[in-house]
């Protein structure tokens, strides 16, 4: 976290992080195959570079950034890259 970062961006951020951590470990485990992680990649940036809800506690955040990356992904491939 930068100084003049606030604490719900680095949250939000760790967030995202841990959510394709999620989707890459299950593509090389061959649960979800290239494709559908190709779909995930702009819904992620984009959910990554929104503005984060102000002063969510961690589970929250979780829950919020599952929520959005669902509303950007094509057609229920959001749910593939759901954490919380």
Do not use: C, K, N, Y
Not at 54 to 66: C, G, Q, R, Y
């Amino acid at each position: 976290m930068s100084p003049s970062q606030p604490p719900s961006r680095a949250v939000w951020e760790a967030v995202a992080d841990a959510a394709l951590a999620h989707v890459l470990m299950l593509r090389d485990a061959a649960v979800l195959d290239d494709p559908v992680v190709a779909a995930l990649a702009d819904p992620f940036d984009a959910a990554r570079r929104g503005d984060p809800p102000a002063d969510l506690a961690i589970a929250a955040a979780v829950a919020a950034f599952d929520e959005r990356l669902e509303a950007l992904a094509p057609g229920g491939v959001g749910a593939a890259a759901t954490v919380g």
